[in-house]
């Protein structure tokens, strides 16, 4: 996915899906609500999340 700011609006375009499935339509949002929401999302930690760790799967390794 792209993201990009256009003047006050803010673009999710290019998804990358897999082969033969429908990749979702642009998003549009205003460019300060979206600032907004960044910087709430990094005071109150929301959105993150903790990776499991690699490995081989389905099987011993």
């Known amino acids: ?3 990009q700011r256009f003047g006050g609006v803010v673009q ?3 998804w990358q ?4 499935e429908s990749a ?3 998003f549009h949002f205003e460019g300060g ?4 929401e960044l ?5 109150t930690g ?7 760790p690699t490995g ?3 099987g011993s390794a």
């Open 1 to 3: 996915m792209v993201v």
């Open 12 to 14: 999710w375009s290019d």
């Open 17 to 20: 899906v897999p082969k033969r």
């Open 24 to 26: 979702p339509p642009e």
């Open 33 to 36: 609500a979206y600032d907004a």
């Open 39 to 43: 910087a709430r999302v990094g005071r």
């Open 46 to 52: 929301g959105g993150v999340f903790r990776a499991r």
């Open 56 to 58: 081989q799967w389905g």
